[in-house]
C-alpha cells in the first residue's frame, strides 16, 4: 500500500519562500503522475501543480494560473519523493497542502482521480 507523508509546512511572511516535500513510501512512485492541491478554510480543494510520472510523454508539468511562475514541482525518482518549491508566497497561499498519487502516468487537475493522498500540511503566510 503506497503511503505519502508530506512536510515542509509553516508560517511565513509574505515574498517568502517554502518547499514542501512528499515522500512516498510502500512502492515506486516513478511512474506515476503526482499532483498537490491545497484548501483553504471554507473553500473548496484546488489542484495547484502536477508531474507526470517516467512514462508520460506529453507536458510533464502543469500549474494552476495562481502559482505560474511562483511555484515549481519537481521530483527525485531515487528518494521516491516530490517536491514543491513555493516563492514569492502571498496571504492568499495560506491552506493546507497535500501530496496525491494518481493510478496511471498522467498528472490530473481534478482531484477524484488520484487513489493515495497525504495527510496534508499546513502553510501560513502572513501579510
Known amino acids: 500500500q503506497l503511503q505519502l507523508v508530506e512536510s515542509g509546512g509553516g508560517l511565513v511572511q509574505a515574498g517568502g519562500s517554502l518547499r514542501l516535500s512528499c515522500a512516498a513510501s510502500?512502492?515506486?512512485?516513478?511512474?506515476?503522475?503526482m499532483g498537490w492541491f491545497r484548501q483553504a478554510p471554507g473553500k473548496e480543494r484546488e489542484f495547484v501543480a502536477g508531474i507526470g510520472g517516467l512514462t508520460w510523454s506529453g507536458a510533464n508539468t502543469g500549474y494552476v494560473d495562481s502559482v505560474k511562475g511562483r511555484f515549481t514541482i519537481s521530483r527525485d525518482n531515487a528518494k521516491n519523493t516530490v517536491y514543491l518549491q513555493m516563492n514569492s508566497l502571498k496571504p492568499e497561499d495560506t491552506a493546507v497542502y497535500y501530496c496525491?498519487?494518481?493510478?496511471?502516468?498522467?498528472?490530473?487537475?481534478?482531484?477524484?482521480?488520484?487513489?493515495?493522498w497525504g495527510q496534508g500540511t499546513q502553510v501560513t503566510v502572513s501579510s
Open positions: 510502500g512502492r515506486t512512485i516513478s511512474f506515476a503522475g
Open positions: 496525491a498519487a494518481s493510478r496511471g502516468s498522467y498528472y490530473y487537475t481534478s482531484q477524484s482521480t488520484y487513489a493515495y
